[in-house]
């Protein structure tokens, strides 16, 4: 009786064992009725199915990596480059990415690497060297990642992100790209050279003009002074002058023979009795 009760037991347990099953929150499910999908996308949880009539395979929801090997694509120039990229991928739908792979990782990762190879093969051949290289690589990731984006659903797969990870030339490729480059920033730093000239020429040319300026407005200063203190000169000597001309004129004398006879060395022809020397001779009366 004992043994029959363990049967019991046993067979329960086997039933509920194979009648059961358990979608983790990191999976997704498909159930089959004799390889006939009856149920798909199944949510996390505890869920039940017939034995032996239902089998259940599971998909991870988690994103998963491609990680391809590098290849070769031809430039808008006619020259190859090496690019090394990945993708981030998840399922999806997990409906469709069976139909389309048969549940297999591996054929799915091969699709998937073929439709983003055709996507960058095409997105090179409209560029040049430079341009895939500089300013925009970031362009062409958006556009490769919206384009495959389309191809990938048909795999029920999404893709969440694609990167170049690095682009390699061939050596003569690499020298002409170089080369290249530095033309350009030479270019650049000549056009930087030519407006820094221009510019300093343009602030020489403004400091000369207000130095003009400055020059003009100090010397019609220095006139204007120069004139009222010639102005104020004339207005003394007339007053010292209406007061006592003969003074005035016996201290202009003294200040023409002081000019003309301070200078050792300096000969004058005169006639004594000029009127240049009309003091001496009145001294010499005296």
Same mark, same amino acid.
């Given at each position: 009786?004992?043994?029959?009760?363990?049967?019991?037991?046993?067979?329960?347990?086997? @039933?509920?064992?194979?009648?059961?099953?358990?979608?983790?929150? $990191?999976?997704?499910?498909?159930?089959?009725?004799?390889?006939?999908?009856?149920?798909?996308?199944?949510?996390?949880?505890?869920?039940?199915?017939?034995?032996?009539?239902?089998?259940?395979?599971?998909?991870?929801?988690?994103?998963?990596?491609? &990680?391809?090997?590098?290849?070769?694509?031809?430039?808008?120039?006619?020259?190859?480059?090496?690019?090394?990229?990945?993708?981030?991928?998840? @399922?999806?739908?997990? &409906?469709?990415?069976?139909?389309?792979?048969?549940? &297999?990782? *591996?054929?799915?990762?091969? $699709?998937?690497?073929?439709?983003?190879?055709?996507?960058?093969?095409?997105?090179?051949?409209?560029?040049?060297?430079?341009?895939?290289?500089?300013?925009?690589?970031?362009?062409?990731?958006?556009?490769?990642?919206?384009?495959?984006?389309?191809?990938?659903?048909?795999?029920?797969?999404?893709?969440?992100?694609?990167?170049?990870?690095?682009?390699?030339?061939?050596?003569?490729?690499?020298?002409?790209?170089?080369? $290249?480059?530095?033309?350009?920033?030479?270019?650049?730093?000549?056009?930087?050279?030519?407006?820094?000239?221009?510019?300093?020429?343009?602030?020489?040319?403004?400091? &000369?003009?207000?130095?003009?300026?400055?020059?003009? *407005?100090?010397?019609?200063?220095?006139?204007? @002074?120069?004139?009222?203190?010639?102005?104020?000169?004339?207005?003394?000597?007339?007053?010292?002058?209406?007061?006592?001309?003969?003074?005035?004129?016996?201290?202009?004398?003294?200040?023409?023979?002081?000019?003309?006879?301070? *200078?050792?060395?300096? @000969?004058?022809?005169?006639?004594?009795?000029?009127?240049?020397?009309?003091?001496?001779? *009145?001294?010499?009366?005296?």
């Amino acid at each position: 009786m004992k043994n029959i009760v363990i049967i019991v037991i046993a067979v329960i347990v086997f @039933i509920f064992a194979t009648a059961t099953y358990t979608v983790d929150q $990191r999976e997704t499910a498909i159930k089959f009725r004799f390889k006939e999908i009856v149920k798909t996308n199944i949510e996390p949880g505890l869920h039940f199915k017939i034995p032996f009539v239902n089998t259940v395979e599971k998909f991870s929801k988690l994103i998963l990596t491609l &990680d391809a090997q590098p290849d070769r694509f031809l430039t808008g120039e006619k020259k190859y480059v090496q690019v090394d990229f990945f993708v981030k991928w998840r @399922i999806a739908d997990a &409906d469709t990415f069976y139909r389309a792979t048969r549940g &297999d990782l *591996n054929r799915a990762q091969n $699709r998937l690497e073929s439709i983003m190879k055709d996507g960058l093969r095409n997105e090179f051949s409209t560029r040049t060297v430079k341009e895939a290289i500089t300013g925009e690589r970031g362009e062409i990731m958006t556009e490769l990642r919206d384009k495959a984006s389309e191809s990938a659903r048909s795999l029920g797969i999404e893709i969440v992100d694609t990167r170049v990870s690095q682009i390699d030339f061939p050596e003569s490729v690499s020298e002409s790209v170089y080369e $290249r480059m530095r033309s350009e920033r030479q270019r650049v730093a000549q056009d930087f050279r030519s407006r820094g000239k221009a510019e300093g020429e343009k602030l020489r040319a403004i400091a &000369d003009r207000q130095a003009v300026i400055i020059e003009a *407005n100090a010397y019609r200063d220095a006139e204007k @002074i120069r004139g009222n203190g010639d102005a104020k000169s004339a207005e003394i000597y007339a007053k010292a002058y209406q007061r006592n001309p003969e003074f005035y004129a016996f201290y202009r004398s003294l200040g023409a023979y002081k000019k003309s006879l301070g *200078n050792g060395g300096d @000969i004058m022809v005169i006639e004594p009795d000029a009127e240049f020397f009309k003091y001496f001779k *009145n001294q010499g009366g005296q």
